[in-house]
């Protein structure tokens, strides 16, 4: 994340490029509007112009009204910054909330993941935040901080291969939050067995990695149910017995993107001191090929005691959730959400414009909706027909896992099928697949995980849950 310095004045020995927020060319300074006018910066979002003989950038914010505007026209200061190890953005005569919005779109758009080169990739390391009154800024600033950092964590962990963060490592990663005020408990294989969580032990039954669940708790500082995220995290995915084919296979390191924007958002609760108390559940297992792999037909006894019939190892997502979702319930939570990259259903419907919502209360999918706006995580509602739930009925047990055939409308299955296990609390389910990604680079982040859902979920505490 960029070292990010409130100065009251730029730094008068620096070279680094100094970015001028302005809402339209006529904001621009007297002494610019010239090269200004030839360039054609007419001030609208995430337009950008730089001036390399005045070392400066123009950055369009046109007629910004949200905190997200302004993240936006930040990240596209940084985007504009290239190379520089250094940038400024001028933040003078703004709000404070404004001011730190720039400083978190410039901190998401210049996220690099480095760990594994030999030699870090260029781009800025450092931002000098002009504010008049840096104080002022400061707590607004270091909430918005905290926000980003969590975002970071989920993207970090999503960018890691598969050799790296197997399910031990994983864990360890989360255990790690401990030092933020975050209580870990991690179940391995003799816990999961004793409390009957068989569709997660068998979908990491294939693996050297061993399955596990981890539980993260932030007990806040109000007596209040917590709110509970579910998040699948299959380390890898290979699909299976109903093995996957070779294109492409290698994003399945990231089938983990769900648990680790759950891990961001608990990040983000706990940097904030939120006094909401959260909790998430975390499944994770590589889905593998092995001697002890799961099969079509078999029949699973889920941690709910209900029966599951395998129809495709592919669709592992759904089983590991459900023994979370049921797990979660334990907790007596005022409302859960479970975060997955669970589908491919749901990126032919919806692309990676929005992630699909399905839920069971319209006031926590309403929630769930403006806190996605309000970042720019967006969520469109998905049907769960009594259709749906028909077409799972099976022939030898409780319900099947998934449809068989094409054609289907899987995402709509995978969600009335995770209904069964969701308890009575207010539930939704955000399936991400084809968000949790970016193919192209964006005012907020650059090409490869997005973290969506980190920021989504510390919105909707701070915004519903914190009052």
Request: glycine share 12%; proline share 6%.
């Amino acid at each position: 994340m960029l070292t990010v310095k409130l100065r009251r004045a730029p730094r008068e020995e620096a070279r680094a490029p100094l970015a001028l927020p302005l809402p339209d060319a006529a904001a621009v300074p007297a002494a610019l509007r010239a090269a200004a006018e030839a360039a054609g910066f007419t001030g609208a979002l995430r337009q950008a112009v730089m001036l390399p003989e005045r070392g400066v950038m123009l950055v369009g914010t046109g007629a910004a009204r949200r905190a997200l505007d302004w993240e936006e026209a930040g990240g596209t200061a940084a985007a504009m910054a290239g190379e520089a190890r250094r940038f400024g953005i001028d933040a003078r005569g703004l709000a404070p909330a404004d001011a730190a919005a720039l400083a978190a779109g410039a901190c998401l758009r210049a996220w690099r993941f480095t760990r594994y080169r030999a030699e870090p990739s260029p781009g800025p390391r450092r931002l000098d935040l002009i504010v008049d009154d840096p104080e002022a800024v400061s707590p607004c600033w270091d909430r918005a901080a905290a926000g980003v950092r969590g975002c970071l964590l989920a993207r970090d962990l999503a960018m890691e291969p598969g050799n790296a963060l197997t399910t031990r490592a994983f864990a360890a990663r989360l255990e790690a939050l401990a030092e933020h005020g975050i209580a870990v408990d991690v179940l391995g294989r003799k816990r999961l067995a004793r409390e009957g969580l068989g569709g997660l032990l068998a979908v990491g039954g294939g693996s050297e990695n061993p399955p596990r669940l981890a539980v993260l708790r932030w007990r806040g500082s109000v007596a209040a149910a917590p709110v509970v995220f579910v998040g699948k995290g299959i380390c890898f995915d290979t699909g299976g017995i109903s093995v996957k084919g070779a294109a492409g296979m290698e994003a399945m390191k990231a089938d983990m993107a769900g648990a680790a924007a759950c891990a961001g958002a608990m990040l983000s609760l706990a940097l904030r001191r939120s006094p909401a108390p959260a909790i998430a559940i975390l499944a994770l297992a590589e889905n593998a090929v092995g001697a002890e792999s799961y099969r079509p037909g078999d029949v699973l006894r889920m941690g709910s005691g209900r029966s599951v019939e395998v129809i495709d190892t592919d669709a592992e997502g759904r089983l590991v959730l459900a023994d979370a979702l049921h797990y979660a319930q334990r907790f007596k939570p005022q409302a859960v959400l479970d975060l997955a990259t669970l589908t491919g259903a749901i990126v032919t419907a919806l692309g990676a414009h929005r992630a699909g919502l399905f839920g069971t209360d319209a006031g926590l999918l309403a929630q769930a909706q403006a806190a996605g706006e309000a970042v720019g995580e967006m969520l469109w509602p998905m049907p769960i027909g009594a259709r749906h739930r028909e077409d799972l009925a099976s022939a030898i047990a409780d319900l099947k896992q998934c449809a068989s055939g094409t054609r289907q409308p899987d995402a709509c299955h995978a969600a009335a099928f995770l209904r069964e296990f969701a308890g009575p609390a207010p539930w939704a389910h955000l399936d991400i697949a084809g968000v949790d990604d970016r193919a192209e680079a964006t005012a907020l982040g650059p090409r490869g995980p997005s973290g969506f859902g980190a920021r989504l979920l510390d919105t909707l505490v701070a915004m519903y849950f914190e009052h």
